[in-house]
């Protein structure tokens, strides 16, 4: 992973450097110019970028709204409290200095699941792959690439797919389960199944999905592992912990 890290204090990126190289898997260039580290950014497009937000006339809040598009960002601060300015700009995370390795580590990993996340949504690896449900009285194929969610009705489910009409099939949510891979697709609640793939925003409590405009709700029950799956708390729930 390509990484930037822009801060006006040396201990600051020293520390970060040190995280990076525990890592392993880490490319890290530092900056203590904000303008000269913006630049690379543009030139580089790295993976991620580890931003200070108050670095003496600059602020990071106005360098985070020129970073390029797809970049990953995560806020590096002393200064919990100008954090709440960054919320807009869709940062992965919100490390509060000083921070632990362990810390850091998480922050990394949630970058690791996005762009996980990006790869399975450019390129579904089940591009094939099928399922057979009883609908009325004859089997039918459904792709799993062409499901974008599936709702418990009653006695049946009902298969929201991405250019036909939904299906109806009388099987159960646990039958369904069974049949689609596990490690692709997740239920959320006790009436929704989706495909994490296609997952474009969420928290604890909802999902909203690709090229379509419903939210899903996340069941308590089941909000626990669907984090643990996605591996992302909101910077809200971060800085809320850091405070």
Do not use: W
């Not at 000269?36 to 790295?46: A, S, T």
């Not at 996340?117 to 062409?146: G, H, S, T």
């Not at 006695?155 to 797919?161: A, D, F, G, S, T």
């Not at 697709?185 to 379509?212: C, D, E, G, W």
């Amino acid at each position: 992973m390509k990484c930037i890290a822009i801060d006006d204090e040396p201990v600051a990126l020293g520390i970060i450097r040190q995280f990076c190289q525990r890592s392993g898997d880490i490319e890290l260039i530092t900056f203590t110019d904000p303008v000269e580290g913006l630049q690379k950014v543009k030139d580089m497009h790295p993976d991620l970028v580890f931003l200070d937000i108050e670095m003496g006339g600059f602020n990071g809040i106005d360098v985070a709204r020129q970073l390029p598009a797809g970049t990953f960002l995560i806020f590096t601060t002393a200064y919990a409290e100008f954090a709440v300015d960054g919320f807009d700009l869709d940062a992965v995370d919100f490390l509060h200095k000083p921070f632990s390795y362990n810390r850091f580590e998480r922050a990394v990993e949630k970058v690791k699941r996005l762009q996980e996340l990006q790869r399975l949504q450019a390129k579904p690896v089940f591009a094939d792959e099928e399922i057979m449900l009883k609908v009325e009285y004859k089997n039918v194929k459904i792709r799993l690439a062409d499901i974008e969610y599936i709702e418990a009705m009653d006695n049946y489910i009902r298969i929201i797919l991405t250019s036909d009409k939904p299906v109806l099939s009388q099987t159960s949510m646990k039958t369904v389960m069974e049949l689609l891979p596990a490690e692709r697709f997740m239920r959320i609640h006790k009436s929704y199944i989706v495909p994490l793939h296609k997952i474009a925003s969420y928290n604890r409590r909802q999902l909203t999905l690709h090229h379509r405009n419903v939210e899903l709700p996340i069941g308590r029950v089941y909000a626990d592992e669907f984090m643990k799956r996605m591996n992302l708390l909101p910077i809200k729930d971060v800085l809320h912990k850091n405070l």
